[in-house]
């Protein structure tokens, strides 16, 4: 367990639901990052923050994606209107700003999109 | 997109055996993580060097940075079972200071039989 908790674990749902995924991070860690994996793949990043500001999105994240970190603690990430192609495991992780850089993972949240 | 290439794919090897894997990447770094994945679950920080590192060792692991290749390579020694998983290099670029987005590699899935 590295501090970083993830809910739901897993998630079915039904294309065109909108899903929401919750991470929270170590607590004293002032940076949140998304990223996704599928199958037999290394993650690819999504976004991050610091504190409550998004520093940077990546072009994976299309307009049905939107992440928040409202008080600069836990986030949220919410696909609008779900397609089969989001079915992966979305992986939360946090980190210090001013440390050398190592990132502490949560379990995920392993979506199916039907 | 994914930065670095991860050699071999898949490596299975007896218990007692070691395990070397390899990364390669694209772009200047500030430094280069190495993580593991059980199966379907979240990623393990195992250890990181920094670009002005060489070598770096962490109980069984050995990890070596060639900067000027763009390599970088994780050594087991005296492998476990319980070392079967997928291992990912990920690489912090040198856009700002330490603490970016990782950019991941596909991973060496590692089979480590009794």
């Known amino acids: 367990d590295t501090g970083v908790s993830q809910d739901p674990r897993h998630k079915i749902t039904k294309r065109g639901q909108n899903v929401t995924f919750r991470c929270d991070p170590i607590?004293?860690?002032?940076?949140l990052y998304w990223y996704r994996q599928t199958l037999g793949q290394g993650p690819e990043f999504l976004t991050y923050?610091?504190?409550?500001?998004?520093?940077?999105k990546s072009r994976l994240l299309s307009d049905r994606f939107s992440a928040e970190r409202p008080k600069g603690s836990f986030s949220t990430l919410e696909i609008q209107r779900t397609e089969q192609g989001d079915s992966a495991m979305y992986l939360c992780?946090?980190?210090?700003?001013?440390?050398?850089?190592?990132?502490?993972f949560g379990p995920g949240t392993r979506l199916t999109v039907l | 997109s994914q930065q670095g290439e991860e050699d071999p794919q898949a490596l299975s090897i007896q218990e007692g055996e070691n395990a070397t894997m390899n990364c390669s990447y694209k772009?200047?770094?500030?430094?280069l993580q190495w993580y593991r994945q059980n199966s379907g679950r979240g990623l393990v920080h195992l250890i990181l060097i920094r670009s002005n590192e060489r070598e770096k060792h962490s109980g069984r692991l050995r990890v070596t940075l060639d900067t000027s290749k763009k390599s970088s390579s994780l050594l087991i020694t005296a492998s476990r079972a319980a070392d079967t998983a997928s291992y990912f290099c990920?690489?912090?670029?040198?856009?700002?200071?330490?603490?970016?987005?990782?950019?991941f590699g596909g991973g060496t899935r590692v089979l480590v039989k009794p």
């Open positions: 923050f610091q504190n409550e500001a998004q520093l940077e």
């Open positions: 992780a946090s980190s210090l700003a001013l440390g050398r850089g190592e990132q502490f």
């Open positions: 772009t200047s770094i500030n430094n």
């Open positions: 607590s004293e860690h002032n940076r």
């Open positions: 990920a690489t912090d670029a040198q856009i700002k200071a330490a603490g970016n987005k990782l950019t």
